[in-house]
């Protein structure tokens, strides 16, 4: 099992309000991930960090907004959420498991299944 | 046009039975391909790993095996138990990145019955 955290797992609000889903992990990687996953399909990346201070779009455009301002945090802020943003949203970190980092592996979250009313 | 294709896309299966998954997958130039499985309501966790190289992997009653000629995958569940009821994700990485790019398949959805 990963050492890698989601809260809140469910959450349930109204349009226009402003969100944080907070994502923590205690494995010392420097690389973490948000992806958004509709039911049936798969998943997009959104936002990807290398490092403290290092953070970039993903290939899904997207409203929300990121940070990192610590190792292991990287939580994920929607200013104003629309019925649009409802999804679910993992986060993901990950290690070297060779001199390439496309053989990273990832290790997810759980999750935050967000709708928005 | 996904990437990354799965069939079928749910399965059901008898408890105790054999099932064998599938995945053809575009992405090139191809570094390696992941089997992910997936409980309802929970993140995507690491079955098996393969590069170019490797054409079989094991991991307890998974098997995975590749063909990077014909570019299709397939991960063959063993003695199904009610636990494997899940959705299996085919994940495909590519080397002209420096991120290593992932490519996600939609997932089969396996439904063991007792």
């Known amino acids: 099992e990963a050492d890698i955290y989601q809260t809140p797992r469910y959450l349930v609000i109204g349009t226009g309000k402003k969100i944080t889903l907070e994502c923590s992990q205690t494995?010392?990687?420097?690389?973490m991930y948000w992806y958004q996953q509709d039911p049936g399909m798969e998943l997009h990346l959104i936002h990807y960090s290398y490092g403290v201070n290092s953070t970039e779009k993903g290939d899904l455009s997207s409203e929300s907004t990121v940070s990192r301002i610590r190792t292991e945090h990287f939580p994920l802020t929607l200013e104003s959420a629309r019925p649009s943003h409802t999804s679910q949203y993992l986060c993901a970190s990950s290690d070297r498991t060779s001199g390439s980092p496309s053989t990273d592996t990832q290790y997810f979250g759980p999750g935050t299944r967000l709708t928005v009313l | 046009k996904n990437q990354v294709e799965q069939s079928p896309q749910s399965l059901i299966i008898l408890e105790g039975k054999n099932c064998t998954l599938q995945?053809?997958?575009?992405?090139?130039?191809?570094?390696?391909l992941r089997w992910y499985k997936q409980d309802t309501g929970r993140g995507p966790v690491s079955l098996t790993i393969?590069?170019?190289?490797?054409n079989t992997k094991s991991n307890g009653r998974y098997t995975a095996t590749l063909d990077a000629d014909t570019k299709q995958s397939s991960l063959h569940i063993t003695a199904s138990q009610l636990s494997d009821s899940a959705s299996y994700i085919c994940?495909?990485?590519?080397?002209?990145?420096?991120?290593?790019?992932?490519?996600f398949g939609r997932g089969t959805q396996l439904t063991v019955w007792p």
């Open positions: 494995m010392g990687h420097d690389k």
């Open positions: 393969m590069t170019f190289s490797e």
């Open positions: 994940v495909v990485s590519d080397r002209g990145s420096t991120l290593g790019r992932l490519y």
């Open positions: 995945c053809n997958y575009t992405v090139s130039p191809f570094s390696n």
